[in-house]
């Protein structure tokens, strides 16, 4: 599909958050506002992760209701937490509990400050800004009530690859759709980046462990979860990014790791520069 008819698309959408009738697009300037406002370190990584076109694509908007997967970070946080504003609400939502010790085995402190992180959110959103937005962090399975059916949007950015990697062993994935399903207004949508496997690659290959996932096979998800796509994009695509074999997501920049004592090999990752990722719009079904 092309870029022209994915904007297209999703610009046909009928909006409800924020001001009415007003898509994102017509608050340019304060998002672009909302970018420029960040450190020179932050802002370093905006040429690979092209934060006004995506934030444009996914229609977000000031005063919405929006709902942050796996705010990590706080690299998209920091934007949001500013562009939304004082009438905007952002949630931070971690992975649940169960899920740290499954990324990192016996890893115990590292799991207590991943699970300390969801109850810190609004604390460290309060850093990023004091224009007094609402914030509240919790989890993909402890979603409170009165956030049901509340949310404008969905951002799940590299957010996906872990919840389908433990997919069959622990059901992490279907439960966190579930979840964003009940989070969405009726007419709210999910915006989706992920690491974007070759082609070619066999679904084992692409299961999340190494990053990525086959862009067709996150479509079949969201539409198993009861989702539509509305409109794909090429925003965030790198050719150059090619993995095979053992190569991982986190050979390339900013992760460099593995080539730690090879100076011409990160080089080399440098060159290609961050992930080929899938830019994936989509709603409720009826």
């Known amino acids: 599909m092309s870029m022209i008819r994915t904007c297209l698309l999703a610009a046909s959408l009928t909006l409800t958050g924020g001001t009415p009738g007003v898509y994102a697009g017509d608050n340019s300037a304060a998002l672009a506002a909302a970018v420029a406002a960040r450190s020179d370190e932050q802002k370093a990584r905006d040429a690979a992760r092209h934060p006004v076109q995506t934030l444009e694509f996914f229609q977000v908007e000031p005063g919405m209701t929006v709902a942050e997967g796996l705010p990590g970070g706080g690299w998209y946080t920091r934007i949001l937490a500013d562009y939304l504003g004082a009438d905007g609400t952002l949630y931070g939502v971690n992975y649940a509990d169960r899920m740290w010790p499954l990324i990192r085995p016996g890893d115990q402190e590292w799991t207590a400050q991943r699970a300390a992180a969801t109850a810190n959110f609004p604390a460290e959103v309060a850093t990023y800004t004091d224009n007094g937005i609402s914030a509240q962090g919790f989890t993909f399975e402890s979603v409170p009530p009165e956030v049901v059916g509340m ?27 579930a979840s964003v399903r009940s989070m969405l207004k009726d007419d709210g949508l999910v915006g989706v980046v992920q690491h974007r496997a070759p082609g070619t690659a066999s679904a084992e290959w692409a299961n999340g462990s190494r990053g990525y996932l086959n862009e067709a096979a996150v479509i079949v998800m969201f539409e198993e979860a009861g989702f539509e796509l509305v409109a794909e994009s090429e925003i965030n695509a790198n050719p150059r990014d090619q993995p095979a074999g053992d190569d991982t997501v986190w050979r390339l920049p900013p992760s460099l790791r593995g080539n730690e004592d090879n100076p011409g090999k990160q080089a080399e990752m440098a060159a290609i520069g961050e992930s080929d990722r899938m830019t994936l719009l989509f709603r409720k079904a009826p």
Not at 154 to 177: C, G, K, P, Y
Request: net charge neutral; no cysteine; glycine share 0%.
């Open 151 to 177: 949310v404008d949007r969905v951002l799940l950015i590299r957010a996906l690859h872990n919840l389908n990697r433990f997919e069959d062993q622990a059901q992490t994935l279907s439960s966190a759709l």
